[in-house]
Nanobody
Framework: VQLQAFGGGLVQPGGSLRLSCAAS????????IGWFRQAPGTERRGVSC????????YYADSVKGRFTISRDNAKNTVYLQMNSLNAEDTAVYYC???????????????????WGQGTQVTVSS
């Protein structure tokens, strides 16, 4: 299984970015993709999760109403649309995959078996 995350960059406060996570090497369409972020000196924290099978979604309270996760099953790709970004959103963002669907522990990094490389998101004026 391979996951490729991309789309990070430098954006001004109040701006938007869209991250993408492309998955390959997994034959089943029944899996969950989670987005995590990690700022220097902090632990990796769950941002959002989507179940590829039924499309159910979960969000951390800190991003509700600003971030939207979506999927394209045909492309095995998950998107994270991030709006109204602020300095607290600055972090390395990772996508991760686990067979099945997003569960009660979707926000815990140990839940996921496979990880992509991170993509840096910097919110600064």
């Amino acid at each position: 299984v391979q996951l490729q995350a991309f789309g990070g960059g430098l954006v001004q406060p109040g701006g938007s970015l869209r991250l993408s996570c492309a998955a390959s090497g997994f034959s089943s369409g029944y899996y969950a993709i989670g987005w995590f972020r990690q700022a220097p000196g902090t632990e990796r924290r769950g941002v959002s999760c989507i179940s590829m099978g039924d499309g159910s979604t979960y969000y951390a309270d800190s991003v509700k109403g600003r971030f939207t996760i979506s999927r394209d099953n045909a492309k095995n790709t998950v998107y994270l649309q991030m709006n109204s970004l602020n300095a607290e959103d600055t972090a390395v963002y990772y996508c991760a995959m686990d067979p099945g669907r997003c569960g009660r522990t979707w926000y815990v990094w140990k839940t996921y078996q496979y990880w992509g490389q991170g993509t840096q998101v910097t919110v600064s004026s």
